[in-house]
């Protein structure tokens, strides 16, 4: 009598698949280059220009190597896609839609250059 989770075709035959485990995987690690990270850095958005929007890398450690490297104002990073996203790509490169430093700066200009609405000349 053979157990029906042990065969491929089995009730987990898709469970290797939808955690990314499975035994028919390559390696590699698939990115998609997202719009915040090609506005945040200029080598994010060559690549797309020049390559498309998607990178193939050999591993996830190598991904993020090269997120680290990319030039710009801004951080970007490697963000793993969750398991039920049907994209085709194990992760995605992103970067903030803005800059907390700067956004902070903005707020204390607003704040000091606001009066008090019963203030008398």
Not at 34 to 44: N, P, Q
């Amino acid at each position: 009598m053979s157990d029906s989770d042990d065969d491929e075709s089995g009730p987990n035959a898709d469970l290797g698949a939808f955690l990314g485990t499975s035994a028919a995987s390559d390696g590699s690690y698939v990115v998609d280059v997202k719009r915040s990270a090609r506005r945040a850095s200029r080598g994010a958005g060559e690549w797309v220009r020049d390559e498309g929007p998607t990178r193939e890398f050999a591993s996830k450690a190598a991904a993020r190597e090269w997120a680290a490297a990319l030039d710009g104002d801004r951080t970007v990073w490697v963000q793993d896609a969750v398991p039920h996203d049907d994209s085709g790509v194990d992760g995605y490169l992103v970067a903030r839609r803005y800059d907390p430093e700067r956004s902070r700066a903005r707020e204390q200009a607003a704040a000091t250059a606001q009066t008090p609405l019963d203030r008398r000349e």
